[in-house]
């Protein structure tokens, strides 16, 4: 089986963790603040406030922002559940608009629509999905004209860029997840990234606590801090990333000319400007299921980034949200199928892949 995801795990990060373990400083601390100043720096950002997931990051970031109950925020139905889920943490109320039919990311057409319809929304999240970003023209011109606030989920985006920019440094914050998974890990981790001060400093205390000073706490804040052992290990991928980004665009690359002869089979769109990261290598197929049974019987692990829009998952139903139609959304998750394209796989594998895909 050739698994959909492979973390690389090297000497490097062995010795980091090691340094780590035998300091007997486990928890937050130096390894932590040395990881997130670079993870920003890398990003393009002034600040980085290191966190336990990116699902942390997202809520903490929200929060920072001043998002809370009574506030809508728009968001994309095509995405991990975790995006939207944050919205609801805060008390706040996701506002769920449809994805562009040929990038699968969040239409600023739709964006528009909804603020015509309700001029209250305060906050956009965008998911730059599968390390493509958003387009961050329009989505910024928008931002402005309306005087909204951005959040960027950017937990499949480290590293992707637009006119030379990073995924995380557009919004007011952002957050990125190290999930395995991931195109670069801590174990779990996250990250906010942020250009200001004042909101960096609001996050580092409602990740911890809300403390400003040791068992002084000014508001109600949470335990969402990142390890050092975590950090030790990010530390080392993070030395990594552009190699690992580079043999994910050279596997995307790899597939697109092997796939190009196929007229039933979509290959991920990279628009001109713009460096996809290939967190995940997404095709698009008429008959989707009979094509992953194709995948499995033959040894191919896969994914399917998703299988139901997040508006019809059960208790986003129950919250009323099942009743509207996203129909690009809806088509896509019927369609859409996620090949290996990791930074682990040999050529062997890469060839095997493409030879099952083009016998279907
Ligand atoms: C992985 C992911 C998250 C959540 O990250 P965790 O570290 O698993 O909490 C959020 N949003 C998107 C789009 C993701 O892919």
Known sequence: MIPIARPV?????????LEVMESGMLAAGSYVEEFARKFADY???????ATSSGTTALHAALEAAGIGAGDKVITTPFTFIASSNSILYTGAKPVFVDVDPL?????????????????????????HLYGLLCDMEEIMRIVDEYDLILIEDAAQ??????????????????????????????????????QQEELAD???????????????????????????????????????????????????KFFDEAFA????????LEPTGYRHVYHQYTVKVPRRDQFAAHLKENGIGYGIHYPLPVTE????????????????????????????????????????????????
Not at 108 to 122: H, S
Not at 319 to 333: A, E, H, I, R, S
């Open 9 to 17: 795990m090297t000497s490097q990060e062995k010795e980091k963790v």
């Open 43 to 49: 990003s393009g950002t002034a600040f980085g406030v």
């Open 103 to 127: 990038t699968y990311n969040i239409d600023p057409k739709e964006i528009r629509k909804a603020l015509e319809a309700d001029p209250t929304i305060k906050a956009i999240m965008i998911v």
């Open 157 to 194: 985006s480290h590293g992707a860029e637009f006119k030379g920019q990073r995924a995380g440094s557009f919004g007011q914050l952002a957050a990125f997840s190290f999930y395995p998974t991931k195109n670069m890990t801590t174990g779990e981790g996250g990250i906010i990234l942020t």
């Open 202 to 252: 609001r996050a580092a205390r409602l990740i911890n606590h809300g403390q400003s000073e040791r068992y002084y706490h000014d508001e109600l804040g949470y335990n969402y801090r990142m390890t050092n052992l975590a950090a030790a290990i990010g530390l080392a991928q993070l030395e990594r990333l552009d190699d690992y980004n580079a043999k994910r665009r050279a596997n995307a």
């Open 261 to 268: 002869e196929l007229d039933w089979l979509r290959t991920p």
């Open 313 to 360: 998952q059960p208790f986003y139903k129950e919250l009323g949200y099942g009743k509207v139609d996203f129909p690009v959304t809806q088509k896509l998750c019927r369609e859409v199928v996620s090949l290996p394209v990791h930074p682990a796989l040999t050529e062997m594998e890469l060839t095997t892949i493409a030879e099952v895909v083009k016998s279907f």
